[in-house]
């Protein structure tokens, strides 16, 4: 079935939008005639999306590096967009760090690392966007992950970020929902050839277990995910807000737990991890 969504006239934030998951949803915005803005710490990636961008028809493609960690740059740089192009319809926060480390396999500052990226990163978008959004009518989506929800051996660190990015989500529902801006967290599935997918599922038997732990039998894409931003930022979903929605092929009731059995397995055998 065909079906066109229509993004022109609207200016699309994506941070951590350089590769993978956030690379594909930034990608579907620029075909779809919006405006599009990536963010991530590396200059070459940002420059390889803007063209790749510009190739996917966006009206306008612009970005800029700056790690998410890094309050003022992460301002700096959404201030300057935002006064390139007068407001902001839409913001896709997705910048995100994991490793597979068992608690005691990981020193505070590992820990620190993906809390500060993942978790306390979305809080510096979110307050770097707030001045810059069209309200009414601005959409905001969280990427979340299934650890927000699933405990997962090897994973405390994103299953505290992730879970604290969804309360953001869910908390400023209440705090800007009376301005009209929307704003939600999807939490996608197993998604075929990203890096988070090789870090959590590094060998071909994880993957065929994570393959068959999904109801729908397969890995997601980066298109079912970017559809879904797409529904989620559209006029259709002008009632959606403070929802945390799975894109996970319905891998979320009960096989999602594949993967921390799998890592508890692997990491076992790493001296840093007993
Ligand atoms: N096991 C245990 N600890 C690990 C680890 C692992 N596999 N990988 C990193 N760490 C620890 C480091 O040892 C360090 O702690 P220390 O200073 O006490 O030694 C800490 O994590 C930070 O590592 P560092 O490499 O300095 O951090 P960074 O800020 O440069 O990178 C990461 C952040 C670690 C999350 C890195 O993997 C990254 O940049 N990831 C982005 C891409 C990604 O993860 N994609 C998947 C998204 S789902
Ligand atoms: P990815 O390719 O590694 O993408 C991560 C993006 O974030 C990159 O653009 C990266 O670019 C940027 N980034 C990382 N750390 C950053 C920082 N400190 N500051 C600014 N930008 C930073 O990962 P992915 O697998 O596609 O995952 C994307 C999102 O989906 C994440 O939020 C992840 O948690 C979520 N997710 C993924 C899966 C999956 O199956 N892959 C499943 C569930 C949820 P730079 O390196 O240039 O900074």
Known sequence: MAFTFD???KNVLVVGGTSGINR???ETFAKAGA???????SQEKVDDTVQSLKNCGAVDATGFSADVREVDA????????AANWGKLDVVVSGAAGNFPALAMGMSPNGFRSVIEIDLLGTFHVMQAVYPHLKKPGAAIINISAPQAEIPMAGQSH????KAGVDMITRTLCLEWGVEGVRINSIIPGPIDNTEGMKRLAPTEGLRIAVIKSVPLQRMGT???IANACLFLASDLASYISGAVIPVDGGWAQGGAAVVGAGLAEMLKGMPKNK
């Open 158 to 161: 994103v299953c505290a970020a």
């Open 74 to 81: 992460i301002k700096a740089g959404i201030d300057n967009i």
């Open 7 to 9: 993004f022109s006239n």
């Open 222 to 224: 980066t298109d079912d």
């Open 35 to 41: 405006r599009v803005a990536v963010v991530s710490r």
């Open 24 to 26: 594909g949803i930034a």
